[in-house]
């Protein structure tokens, strides 16, 4: 299982879903492995130049690895991942990288933030460039940083008006944990990535549709739709309702994260899926 990319992304947001199937071992026998992405979470963040290749080859080489905690799984790999976790590891198998027993999407993206706002003119990506060396300089990035991300009002608001369908669940134990991420060592280094689009697997819906096309009829994929999603994001996810290479479509409640704000209808069609291709 792996998180889904933001600049408060952590392992957290899986654990009530791993709990929940690991639970019916009587029934499955499954064990979860629940890892953060490089410069994230709990992970070191290196000041690295962070785009999304770098983190496909993390995904490839912690699954293919021989000191892998997946590397014994006798050809049961499941990934399970959230937004542009999802779609990388989508990529990653379209590209013969991995070859898991199947992949599945909870409410999958890859448009960062401020593309899918503003768009990926010439004049835009100046200016994200501008940003991005902003954020990662020594002084005036953490300033920055500060004021766009690692405060918890700001956090408030991005769970309440778009990660979360109901800001009621949005806890102050919830901000909390994730202010407490921002202050790690080196944490302002993948948002500056993801904020301005280089964390995107696509530049394109045409492209998004053709890396779930290239695993038609080889790995099964299923797709984990929300009900509340924002309205572009809702769209993305919708024009893979009945695409080739879309194994299974359900729709679960939530918005972009429903593995933490409804983990149990999630672990649910999870469950499900993993009962149909893992005997």
């Not at 000041?47 to 490839?60: H, P, R, T």
């Amino acid at each position: 299982m792996i998180p889904t990319i933001s600049d408060v992304s952590t392992v957290e947001e899986w654990r009530e879903v791993a709990k929940d199937i690991v639970a019916r071992k009587g029934e499955s026998g499954y064990r979860a492995t629940i890892v953060d992405w490089p410069g994230l979470g709990y992970s070191d963040r290196p000041s690295l130049n962070y785009n999304a290749d770098v983190m496909e080859n993390f995904l490839v080489q912690l699954i293919r690895s021989p000191n892998s905690p997946v590397a014994n799984t006798g050809g049961e790999l499941v990934v399970v991942g959230g937004g542009h976790a999802a779609t990388i590891a989508v990529r990653a198998a379209g590209k013969g990288l991995i070859r898991p027993s199947g992949i599945a999407t909870v409410a999958p993206t890859w448009a960062g933030p401020l593309p899918i706002v503003f768009g990926r003119g010439s004049d835009m990506e100046t200016r994200y460039g501008l940003l991005r060396g902003t954020l990662r300089a020594p002084a005036i990035g953490w300033m920055m940083y500060n004021v766009l991300v690692s405060n918890e009002k700001s956090i408030q608001s991005q769970y309440t008006s778009h990660v979360y369908a109901n800001p009621e669940n949005v806890t102050p134990d919830i901000v909390e944990s994730r202010y407490e991420l921002t202050k790690r060592k080196g944490a302002r280094y993948v948002p500056a990535a993801f904020l301005t689009g280089l964390l995107d697997p696509v530049q394109s819906r045409e492209e998004f549709l053709q890396l779930f096309a290239k695993l038609d009829g080889d790995i099964p994929v299923l797709v984990v739709s929300t009900t509340n999603a924002p309205k572009r994001s809702k769209a993305e996810m919708e024009a893979l309702r009945g695409a080739k290479g879309v194994t299974e479509f359900v729709e679960v409640p939530g918005a972009l994260l429903p593995q933490e704000e409804y983990p149990s209808p999630v672990a649910e069609e999870l469950y499900s899926f993993l009962k149909e291709i893992v005997k």
